[in-house]
C-alpha cells in the first residue's frame, strides 16, 4: 500500500472478529507504520451484527483518511463499506479481501466505481525461498 497509494498517508483498519483477521489486521498496522505511514484506527468488527459495523465505522470522516482497509470475508462487510462510503461521499482508496469479488450482494460495477485493491492473505507464493524452505522442513 506504501508504494502503490504514495509516500506516508492514514489509513483506517477494520478486521473482523476471526484469529486470521485479527492476524492480518495487526501485520498490515505494524508493516504499514514501519514504512512511515499512519493507522489512525484499528478496530475490530463483528460484520454479522449491524450494529458491530456500524460502531466500526462510527466518528470516522473517511474524506480525510488516506485508505481503508477492510479484513472481513462477512456478506454483510462489502455492503456496509461501500454504503458507508458512498454515504459521506468519500472516494479513499480500498484494501480488502479478494472474496468479495465472490459476494452476490455487490456487483461488479459497484467495485469497479471504486479504487478497490483486493488481497488474497490465504495464498501462498510457492516460488517464494522462505515458503520452499518451510515446505521442505515440514
Given at each position: ?75 454483510k462487510a462489502g ?60
Amino acid at each position: 500500500a506504501m508504494q502503490r497509494l504514495g509516500g506516508p498517508r492514514t489509513a483506517v483498519v477494520l478486521y473482523e472478529d476471526t484469529k486470521d483477521e485479527a492476524a492480518f489486521g495487526q501485520a498490515y498496522k505494524q508493516a504499514y507504520e514501519a514504512l512511515g505511514g499512519k493507522v489512525l484506527q484499528l478496530r475490530l468488527v463483528n460484520s454479522d451484527v449491524d450494529e458491530s459495523l456500524a460502531a466500526g465505522f462510527a466518528g470516522i470522516d473517511l474524506k480525510t483518511v488516506g485508505h481503508l482497509v477492510v479484513a472481513s470475508d462477512g456478506k454483510k462487510a462489502g455492503p456496509y463499506t461501500l454504503s458507508v462510503l458512498k454515504a459521506q461521499e468519500a472516494r479513499l482508496p480500498l484494501i480488502t479481501y479478494a472474496s468479495w469479488l465472490d459476494n452476490n450482494r455487490l456487483s461488479l460495477s459497484q467495485l469497479d466505481a471504486r479504487d478497490v485493491y483486493f488481497v488474497h492473505p490465504k495464498y501462498l507464493d510457492k516460488t517464494n525461498p522462505g515458503v520452499r524452505r518451510f515446505r521442505q522442513l515440514y
